[in-house]
């Protein structure tokens, strides 16, 4: 009897013991996890629209859509070439990657010029930026991130992003952080070429 018991509490210890260990080894790998969370988030600044300058009939247009990002403090190297727009607007809902290397646009510097369902960014200077050196970090304390309105899911070619309209972008970096921000176009544009808050 006395052996019995002895074996009962030896093989309960056990179990203690394995479990302890499996909850220390999940404490540690969800403390990781939020560690990276904390060090790929994207922090945004303002988001703009650069209203279609023509004065034909794209008036009431924009031809670009730009949203200023940066690193959130604290937060370490962060690759816009692996990152995804989730974005949805009054053309459906699209997932956005950065743009190929192979683009046009970085030839012209024309948002026109950007493949469907894709994203670009301009440095400080105003030039779209290659894929190999889209990284946040240090040296790179700020990208524009710039978005085709004539493109899904913001507008097509006939009907580009313009007054009234609205779309949401969920911006989630390779470790999965989630940033997300609303576009609201106001109800009327003043100026051709002007730039105007969204």
């Known amino acids: 009897m006395f052996i019995a018991m002895v074996l009962v509490a030896a093989i309960a210890a056990g179990v203690l013991i394995n479990t302890a260990g ?7 790998a969800t403390g990781e996890e939020s560690t990276e969370l904390v060090s790929e988030r994207i922090d945004t600044g303002s988001a703009v629209g650069i209203v279609a300058d023509d004065g034909g009939s794209d008036s009431g247009e924009l031809e670009e859509i730009r949203l200023g990002l940066s690193a959130a403090a604290g937060a370490g190297e962060i690759n816009l070439d692996d990152t995804v727009v989730q974005a949805l607007g009054p053309e459906g809902q699209v997932n956005l990657v950065y ?87 106001p109800d009327l544009f003043q100026h051709d070429g002007e730039a105007v808050r969204l």
Do not use: C, H, K, Y
């Open 99 to 185: 743009a190929e290397s192979t683009s046009d646009a970085f030839d012209t510097n024309d948002i026109e010029d950007l493949e469907e369902d894709r994203f670009i960014a301009q440095d400080m200077d105003g030039e779209f930026v290659d894929p190999e050196d889209v990284i946040l970090n240090d040296d790179n304390g700020q990208f524009t991130l710039v978005f085709n309105p004539e493109a899904e899911p913001f507008g097509t070619t006939d009907d580009a992003f313009g007054e009234g309209d609205e779309a949401s972008l969920d911006i989630v970096s390779p470790s999965s952080a989630t940033t997300s921000v609303e576009l609201n176009a």
């Open 22 to 28: 499996m909850l220390q080894a999940q404490a540690m």
